[in-house]
């Protein structure tokens, strides 16, 4: 069965950066995009971007560059997110979701989705 | 970027209640259109993709429609386990867009 399991919630100060990872199991990893979501305490859905899987290509949505890079490692099916010079308003929950179509046909929605890892930055 | 704009921003209802969630596109989206719902400290669930396409192992109570700006996801008959909140999503274009969110809680 298809999984993506997130790395375990981080508490950073101001400043500092943070690597959130997700790693896929279940299916063929290069076969199907992974994108990024924040949901900001008590609020809605925010898209990051995406990155192909298969290239390696980013893509990331206005407000998500500079400070954040999305990353893979294909030998052991993990997709990563780092953000960096973190600031107060970054406290979220980050959930990597993938693609629900072949990555030929890819950013779509969202089929399967990890469980979220809350990133909290306070000094 | 294209907004997306959901009514009623929350709603009450009862176990057995048909149910009717909007969601308006600022321009036309054709049938890109997901639903999603969302409970409490949990990642969202795909429900419906293609505006219509219900996703495998999503009860058939659920259902939507449209195409264009207007869409509408549908839950014919309420069950405990629907109390959540459902957000509307598009992929016509970049950036893909969620909508605001609907909350169905219980009356």
């Known amino acids: 069965q298809v999984q993506l399991v997130q790395s375990g919630s981080e508490l950073k100060k101001p400043g500092a950066s943070v690597k959130v990872s997700c790693k896929a199991s279940g299916y063929t990893f290069t076969s199907y995009a992974m994108n990024w979501v924040r949901q900001a305490p008590g609020q809605g859905l925010e898209w990051m971007g995406w990155?192909?899987?298969?290239?390696?290509?980013?893509t990331y949505a206005q407000g998500f560059t500079g400070r954040f890079v999305f990353s893979l490692d294909t030998s052991v099916s993990t997709a990563y997110l780092q953000i960096s010079s973190l600031k107060a308003e970054d406290t979220a929950v980050y959930y990597c979701?993938?693609?629900?179509?072949?990555?030929?046909?890819?950013?779509?929605?969202?089929?399967?989705w990890g469980q979220g890892t809350l990133v909290t930055v306070s000094s | 970027a294209i907004q997306l704009t959901q009514s009623p921003s929350s709603l009450s209802a009862s176990v057995g209640d048909r149910v009717t969630i909007t969601c308006r596109a600022s321009q036309g989206i054709s049938s890109a259109l997901a639903w999603y719902q969302q409970k409490p400290g949990k990642a969202p669930k795909l429900l419906i993709y293609?505006?219509?396409s219900l996703e495998s192992g999503v009860p058939s109570r659920f259902s939507g429609s449209g195409s264009g700006t207007d869409f509408t996801l549908t839950i014919s008959s309420l069950q405990p386990e629907d109390f959540a909140t459902y957000y509307c999503q598009q992929f016509n274009s970049y950036p893909r867009t969620f909508g605001p969110g609907t909350k169905v809680d219980i009356k």
């Open positions: 293609d505006a219509s």
């Open positions: 990155i192909n899987t298969n290239t390696g290509n980013p």
């Open positions: 979701a993938r693609d629900a179509f072949d990555i030929a046909v890819a950013g779509t929605c969202f089929d399967y």
